[in-house]
């Protein structure tokens, strides 16, 4: 079955950098637009930022050029690269995925209309 594996998470302090990897096997990578979310303690799962196979990007409105999403897809893998980092950053970071032909609106784009496949995510703790 479709697995995404995420890594390279962990404990950063405030101001530090981080750089997320979410490998994907068992699909056909460039048929899908994908998505980092993140769900803070007693929060609500909330998008981070996607991608499309052919590089168009879309990020949330309250990042404001702090993380940047790319894509690999001869490696079948999307990063997400996490700068100037707070303590309110800290989370757990899922990556998932979409097919590209069901992305329409932008709530397709957010997730909110759901996505196919997700990862089990990986820990981000900033500490201040």
């Known amino acids: 079955q479709v697995q995404l594996v995420e890594s390279g998470g962990g404990l950063v302090q405030a101001g530090g950098s981080l750089r997320l990897a979410c490998a994907a096997s068992?699909?056909?990578?460039?048929?899908?637009?994908m998505g980092w979310f993140r769900q803070a303690p007693g929060e609500e799962r909330e998008f981070v930022a996607g991608i499309r196979w052919m590089g168009v990007t879309r990020y949330a409105d309250s990042e404001k050029g702090q993380f940047t999403i790319s894509r690999d897809n001869a490696k079948n893998t999307v990063y997400l690269q996490m700068n100037s980092l707070k303590p309110e950053d800290t989370a757990v970071y899922y990556c998932a995925a979409k097919r590209e032909s069901t992305i329409r609106t932008m709530a397709d784009y957010n997730g909110y209309n759901g996505m196919d496949y997700w990862g089990k995510g990986t820990l981000v703790t900033v500490s201040s």
């Open positions: 068992r699909l056909t990578f460039s048929n899908y637009y």
